[in-house]
């Protein structure tokens, strides 16, 4: 384990949300193009648990599984159905990084590079890490670490050697990358491309207006559905016809008692919950000190002035002044316009330690010295402290009492809905339901995402409506209200709609069908007979397009009914001044245009951004060099077997659940 610091630090808001992506992305390496699609097969196959072999080392199908299940927590946080589906993907994703990554690391130790310990204490306090375990340059504790790594499964072990191997895999593309170079030549073309501007005639042909022009016969809207007929099979869905009762947990929560056993009882299974840490009504006066330079320098005489600044307020304290009176005077926190309150704090609440422990070292009244809290001087001021205690029963009974209500109305729905299934199903729901009186809900036939009176969008609900067969027994399934009980009464199967059921359909499908037809070919003659005339406000005047004329415009602007000029348009820069285009395609508009003039940019703008387009180019370069040199690693080390894989094993994890079966 490497041992940073012993001070126990107190800060875990920042942690877990930013800390798992950050985690997560350093168990993965992008795959390139084509990288690991190859079925791989042959003598010496990886035994059973073994996904593959890389260089001698195992990739296991639980640490794929594992990865797999990061994925699914990064990509999707809030769960759901869907999860379980798209494991498999995940699975061979996870698979293939691992693959790659491992060779990789094999790659980098052949090639006698090292990570060493200060390689991962430096990356942790100054690289991606250091916002979490170093926050404002303070190392937050050693317990405090092993607790934000145990939030994702992880020991400080198996952490700092994944670290380690990150380490290694930036000094290997470290080194491939560094070999790509820039010339003078590549930056002054990319910035001429840029960065020079066009500006044009264009005219343009609105589908809308075409649109308008459509007035198609029966004979040709019946030819048109006769023709597509196949896109129209089954097209009216499946809907069925159901009734149900409603068990509603609300309504069993506002009739529900809760005795003083209840909240005695509730009270002594939860009392861990109830203890009140010990905390200060706090105020501070914060005087910033200067951030470091581009250099990493800091300016000392700035560190000076701030601290003369802040032992000149501790000095007013001390003759009598108020200390919210010079927290609005001098504070740069935005607490300084409360007079410094920043309220009540929990031990470990404060961001630096140093200022903690000064915190819940003062009496009520007392004030602190000047502290020195790394990017600040800090004077505080406690107006209350509280002991840590235990809260007692009658200080939390109205907290509890909702959360005690909240579990009978849940027990009650559920023994209540139990009960009424029973009965349903021996008897029928409607008898069941009288029995209890509780009225019962008959819909009309409703579709898989129709809304249901009562309840609501329940895809829980008319799930299991839609996957009950014909004549099933009554059943029940917990919605956000509580339970329905429900009865399948009939289906009425898919359909294909008759032409005069669904003759609207088939005449906009019709007309926007004739009208892309149109667009394309009146733009197209638009073109040919500007082209043909060197004159394209003659030709749109004859075919009835609009005129336009755009403002100068780069490679990566707008322009009106045209759109990105990244896309077809683009054409604008390769053409000569007076030279007209070809069709433009724009969707719902056809156009076509003609150069003006061209605008260069200046030198002053290309010495000014020279470097920026440097850098950027040697990224892209360096970039694809990387990926060229992974993928030639990978086919090397598939053709001489030192990557094997276990395609059984991978197929298991790859495999689709079947209806009905959970995923991990």
């Known amino acids: 384990m490497i041992r940073f610091l012993q001070t126990p630090g107190p800060i875990k808001k920042f942690v877990l949300g930013g800390l798992l992506t950050v985690i997560s992305i350093f168990m993965v390496i992008t795959l390139v193009p084509g990288f690991g699609s190859t079925d791989f097969f042959g003598t010496g196959a990886p035994a059973r648990g073994i996904v593959a072999k890389v260089a001698g080392a195992d990739i296991t199908s639980l640490e794929v599984q594992k990865q797999a299940r990061d994925m699914v927590r990064q990509q999707f946080p809030q769960g759901g159905a869907q999860t379980a589906m798209l494991m498999p993907f995940f699975a061979s994703q996870a698979a293939q990084n691992l693959i790659q990554r491992q060779a990789l690391l094999s790659e980098a130790e052949r090639l006698g590079l090292r990570a060493t310990d200060e390689d991962v204490r430096d990356e942790l306090q100054h690289g991606r890490y250091s916002q979490f375990f170093f926050p404002g340059g303070n190392f937050v504790g050693e317990a405090t670490y092993e607790e934000m790594l145990q939030q994702h499964d992880l020991t400080v072990a198996l952490f700092e050697k994944g670290v380690k191997e990150e380490i290694l895999i930036d000094k290997l593309r470290a080194l491939i990358a560094g070999s790509a170079t820039v010339t003078e030549a590549e930056i002054a073309q990319k910035f001429q491309k840029d960065n020079t501007k066009v500006k044009f005639d264009y005219a343009v042909i609105r589908k809308d207006d075409i649109l308008k022009s459509l007035h198609p016969t029966e004979t040709e809207l019946k030819a048109f559905y006769d023709h597509n007929k196949a896109t129209y099979n089954n097209s009216i869905l499946e809907k069925r016809k159901i009734k149900y009762v409603l068990v509603d947990r609300a309504k069993l929560q506002d009739a529900m008692q809760v005795s003083q056993q209840d909240l005695q009882s509730y009270y002594d299974q939860h009392r861990d919950e109830f203890r009140a840490p010990e905390q200060v009504n706090v105020r501070q006066i914060l005087i910033k000190t200067p951030l470091p330079g581009t250099d990493g320098k800091v300016d000392q005489k700035g560190v000076d002035a701030a601290r003369a600044k802040a032992e000149d307020a501790l000095k007013q304290l001390k003759a009598g002044a108020k200390f919210e009176d010079l927290a609005k005077k001098y504070s740069e926190d935005p607490s300084g316009k ?306 094997k894989i276990n395609q059984q094993e991978l197929n298991i994890l790859t495999k689709q659940p079947a209806q009905g079966e959970e995923g991990e």
Not at 534 to 543: I, T
Request: hydrophobic share 35%.
């Open 338 to 643: 409360n007079g410094g309150s920043v309220g009540w704090i929990k031990q470990g609440g404060f961001p630096v330690p140093e200022v903690d422990k000064a915190a819940f070292s003062l009496a009520k009244g007392g004030t602190s010295d000047v502290i020195n809290a790394g990017y600040a001087f800090v004077i505080l001021h406690i107006d209350d402290k509280q002991e840590p205690h235990q809260k007692t029963l009658a200080e939390v009974k109205d907290q509890i009492t909702p959360s005690i209500k909240q579990e009978k109305a849940q027990q009650a729905a559920e023994s209540t809905a139990n009960a009424l299934l029973s009965d349903a199903r021996s008897g029928g729901l409607d008898k069941a339901a009288a029995a209890k009186g509780m009225p019962v809900v008959a819909t009309d036939f409703i579709g898989q995402s129709d809304s249901l009176p009562g309840i609501g969008t329940a895809p829980q609900l008319t799930g299991a409506v839609f996957a009950a067969a014909e004549k099933s027994p009554p059943d029940q399934v917990q919605v956000p209200q509580g339970f329905a009980i429900y009865e399948l009464v009939a289906i009425k199967p898919p359909s294909t709609p008759t032409f005069e059921e669904i003759r609207s359909r088939v005449e906009t499908e019709f007309k926007n069908d004739r009208a892309g037809t149109l667009l394309t070919q009146k733009t197209q003659e638009l073109s040919d007979r500007a082209k043909a005339d060197h004159d394209l406000k003659k030709a749109a005047k004859e075919l009835g397009a609009t005129m336009k004329t755009s403002d100068f415009v780069l490679p990566d602007g707008q322009v009106p009914d045209i759109g990105s000029m990244s896309g077809a348009a683009s054409v604008a820069f390769t053409l000569k001044a007076s030279e007209i285009s070809g069709p433009i395609d724009g969707g719902s508009t056809g156009a076509v245009l003609a150069v003006l003039e061209k605008q260069s940019p200046s030198d002053s703008d290309f010495a000014a951004k020279k470097d920026e387009i440097r850098d950027s180019l040697m990224q892209t370069k360096q970039s694809e060099l990387f990926g060229m040199f992974m993928s030639n690693l990978r086919q090397q080390m598939e053709k001489s077997g030192k990557i």
